[in-house]
């Protein structure tokens, strides 16, 4: 499995932005999609965004359409999730994930996460 280490949370104020890391241990990931996905406080875990490595293609939930971003360097190789307009719901932690099969359905390998706190 690949390993994946998540950074670049923290605490900013509403309306503020950040932009998240997913930094893989395989230099290759052709083949596979990386995904974000969130869990608040009290809340199940949540799909965000998701990315296929080699052509690019991006999925998002309806409801994260329009303030977060998913990018991908191919060379470092890291996943980037851009949030903008922060709202304190968006508190959570964010964690990325890696699908090998590529089907954006089937994630085998998951980073520790990273904190977003969004304080009002």
């Known amino acids: 499995q690949v390993q994946l280490v998540e950074s670049g949370g923290g605490l900013v104020q509403a309306g503020g932005s950040l932009r998240l890391s997913c930094t893989a241990s395989?230099?290759?990931?052709?083949?596979?999609?990386v995904g974000w996905f969130r869990r608040a406080p009290g809340k199940e875990r949540e799909f965000v965004a998701a990315?296929?490595?080699?052509?690019?293609?991006?999925r998002y939930a309806d409801s994260m359409r329009g303030r977060f971003t998913i990018s991908r360097d191919n060379v470092k190789p890291t996943a980037f999730l851009q949030i903008d307009s922060l709202k304190p719901e968006d508190t959570a932690v964010y964690y990325c994930?890696?699908?090998?099969?590529?089907?954006?359905?089937?994630?085998?390998?998951w980073g520790q996460g990273t904190q977003v706190t969004v304080s009002s």
């Open positions: 395989e230099h290759t990931l052709s083949s596979y999609v």
């Open positions: 994930a890696a699908d090998r099969s590529g089907s954006f359905r089937s994630y085998d390998s």
């Open positions: 990315i296929s490595w080699r052509l690019g293609f991006t």
